[in-house]
């Protein structure tokens, strides 16, 4: 979740500090953004958490559902901004959605002996 608030987030940033330009006042206006503070919060929060689980957590399915939020973008992006969604994007979502549930199932759900140490 913090992934697609913080890819949410770089967008309005990106947005409200058109026109691009290779300038100082160009990167002025990035860091002057409201929305950039939520990107630096998210990306703190998001490692936290992910080293966290890291301890609790088998890597294979972890890995998988941490970059599950290509999917939770692509519906942010329809719901907030309108993007159209492409055939390409559902058959892709609902492969990552898939993987990650086979992971799910088929990996073990006990932390190695070495884990937490």
């Known amino acids: 979740m913090a992934d697609t608030v913080q890819q949410i987030a770089f967008k309005l940033t990106a947005d409200d ?3 691009v330009e290779a300038s100082l006042a160009y990167v002025t206006r990035l860091i002057s ?3 950039s503070l ?5 990306a ?3 490692l936290l958490i992910y080293t966290s689980l890291l ?8 890995f998988a559902a941490a970059h599950g939020y290509i999917v939770t973008v692509i519906l942010a992006s329809a719901l907030i901004f309108g993007e159209t969604i492409s055939g390409f994007e559902i058959i ?3 492969l990552i959605v898939s993987g990650i549930v086979i ?7 006990t932390p190695s002996k070495n884990m937490g140490t």
Do not use: H
Not at 103 to 109: D, I, P, Q, R
């Open 17 to 19: 500090a058109l026109p």
């Open 33 to 35: 953004e409201p929305s």
């Open 38 to 42: 939520l990107i630096v919060a998210t």
């Open 44 to 46: 703190l929060a998001w």
């Open 55 to 62: 301890r609790i957590a088998p890597v294979g399915p972890l």
């Open 92 to 94: 892709g979502s609902i």
């Open 103 to 109: 992971l799910a199932l088929t990996e073990g759900g």
